[in-house]
């Protein structure tokens, strides 16, 4: 699946204690988008869980201001 993703930008956001989804998982996806030569953003929250990751994400690291940067 990673390789469908190489070309495209991307930043995860992921927090540790995240109950929905296993962080490993995102850690897995980085680092197969890496190998692909890829350069993924990834943002962990360490004290985070799943909703606090979409928080972050768009009210505190800048992500609005990422989006306007890429264009298709």
Do not use: C, Q
Request: no cysteine; charged share 25%.
């Amino acid at each position: 699946m990673a390789f469908r993703m190489k070309d495209i930008p991307i930043w995860v956001f992921h927090g540790k204690l995240d109950k929905a989804v296993p962080y490993e998982r995102s850690v897995e996806m980085v680092n197969a988008l890496k190998e692909l030569g890829a350069n993924p953003l990834f943002t962990t929250l360490d004290e985070g869980g799943h909703a606090d990751a979409w928080v972050h994400a768009y009210n505190e690291a800048g992500l609005w201001e990422w989006f306007l940067k890429h264009k298709k």
